[in-house]
């Protein structure tokens, strides 16, 4: 994966809050990455509901903490052009989430609110609650913020095996994205929290988000940014088979079996098998329609 190298980056998408003290959470429930940082357990950050509400914050209503600052003075200074995005990882980090909030605002118009992720270090406080490095990336709908430490892609590579590069770390964060879409779209009001297993809609809500990374991944070398031209230059064939590795190894089944017990509980499943979370960004990205999508639409999840 390559950036235009003429590219401009725009550090705004970004809360980078590195170095800080942890945010002070409130109420809702935290979408789980993917299952990509979790290791045998149940997948939001968030263990519990902690009151009701259906999570709709306005984007970047979320208050900071007293002891929590927003720094992106260096991240704005590093992070310029599509060549610090081919050279530095949270550049492309900051390249990824511009491009793929081009798509959705493109493709919804009025309908998508863009919105923020915001780095941290250890852990972290939301209005979903806790959250720490170990949960991997997550979203929360009551502050509609996606959040990561980007050390995680280095636990993908590490602890899950994956192989890794700058377009799985795209695929992550438009996984997170999905999320935030379907929580504009309503779509997370057909799932009952807490449920699993292999058709539960909890697995179905995760599957469309992988649905949804996939469309965007379609068509992100035509994604325009401000300046008319698109912000990624080149997704290879490699690329895409890096993303579906990662998927392999992110789902239920490889996570119980390799990084658990060994035993695989179908019925625990809240983020689909290998197979599927393949299937469905393969789907999103063969098609690169989001209409494609519609995982609570079939008998058929794969």
């Known amino acids: 994966m390559r950036y235009r190298e003429s590219g401009s980056l725009d ?23 993917g299952g990509l940082g979790l290791v045998g357990l149940v ?6 509901v902690l009151g009701g509400g259906d999570g709709g914050s306005p984007a970047g209503a979320f208050g900071l903490g007293q002891d929590q600052t927003v720094d992106n003075s260096a991240l704005a200074q590093n992070c310029r052009t599509g060549a610090d995005a081919n050279d530095s990882v949270e550049c492309a980090v900051v390249a990824d ?21 915001v780095f941290f270090t250890g ?11 170990g949960s991997g990336p997550f979203y929360c709908p009551a502050d509609q ?11 993908l590579r590490e602890q899950f095996g994956a192989q890794g590069g700058l ?27 807490g449920e699993s297993g292999p058709t ?19 068509h992100a070398e035509t994604v325009p940014d401000d300046s008319g031209e698109p912000l990624i230059a080149d997704i290879t064939d490699d690329d895409i088979d890096r993303a579906l590795d990662a998927a392999a ?31 469905w960004f393969r789907a999103g990205y063969d098609s690169g329609d989001p209409s494609a999508c519609d995982t609570f639409a079939t008998d058929d999840l794969g």
């Open 11 to 33: 550090a705004s998408g970004v809360r980078d809050t590195r170095g800080s003290g942890g945010m002070r959470g409130g109420r809702g429930l935290a979408v789980g990455g």
């Open 249 to 279: 190894r992110i789902g239920d089944d490889y996570i119980q079996e390799n990084l658990g017990d060994g035993t695989v509980d179908q019925e625990a499943f809240t983020h689909g098998s290998s197979e599927q979370r393949q299937r």
């Open 167 to 193: 377009f799985v770390d795209a695929y992550v964060l438009a996984h997170e994205y999905g999320h935030h879409v379907q929580n504009l779209l309503g779509t997370n009001a057909r799932v009952t929290p």
């Open 97 to 117: 989430v511009e491009s793929i909030q081009d798509y959705w605002s493109g493709l919804l118009g009025d309908r998508y609110a863009r919105t923020e992720t």
């Open 145 to 155: 913020l996606v959040y990561i430490d980007l050390t995680f892609f280095d636990q």
């Open 43 to 48: 997948v939001v950050v968030l263990l519990q």
């Open 123 to 133: 852990s972290v406080q939301t209005a979903c609650g806790a959250g720490s490095s």
């Open 200 to 218: 539960s809609g909890t697995v179905r809500l995760e599957l469309q988000a992988d649905c949804f990374a996939g469309a965007w991944a379609s």
